[in-house]
């Protein structure tokens, strides 16, 4: 079984900064995509930002020069840098990542997801 643990969300101002960490845990498994993801009020989950393995990264264009995704392969960990924010940027934002056990089976995990407002 794999944890997500997400951490970094919080109250800022409209044009301040935020990053968000979060960790992957667990055993027997190797972790490959992995991304970020928000869902505003009454509005569906939308991807932020993925990045892979190989640190390929893909961004919304509502985000891109703004948002930056990273990871940490030796600490199985995703980034996102989060610049300029905007009052539309106000959602819960949650960790993805895609793990492949020791016995080759894919499956997707979410973390508990970190709420992140924006005030203008």
């Known amino acids: 079984q794999v944890q997500l643990a997400e951490s970094g969300g919080g109250l800022v101002q409209a044009g301040g900064s935020l990053r968000l960490s979060c960790a992957a845990s667990?055993?027997?498994?190797?972790?490959?995509?992995m991304g970020w993801y928000r869902q505003a009020p009454e509005k569906q989950r939308e991807l932020v930002a993925r990045?892979?393995?190989?640190?390929?990264?893909v961004s919304a264009d509502s985000v891109k020069g703004r948002f930056t995704i990273s990871r940490d392969n030796a600490k199985r960990s995703v980034y996102l840098q989060m610049n300029n924010l905007k009052p539309e940027d106000t959602a819960v934002y949650y960790c993805?990542?895609?793990?492949?056990?020791?016995?080759?089976?894919?499956?997707?995990?979410w973390g508990q997801g970190t709420q992140v407002t924006v005030s203008s």
């Open positions: 993805n990542a895609e793990a492949t056990t020791i016995y080759g089976l894919r499956r997707n995990y």
């Open positions: 667990g055993n027997g498994f190797v972790i490959g995509d």
């Open positions: 990045i892979t393995s190989g640190g390929s990264p």
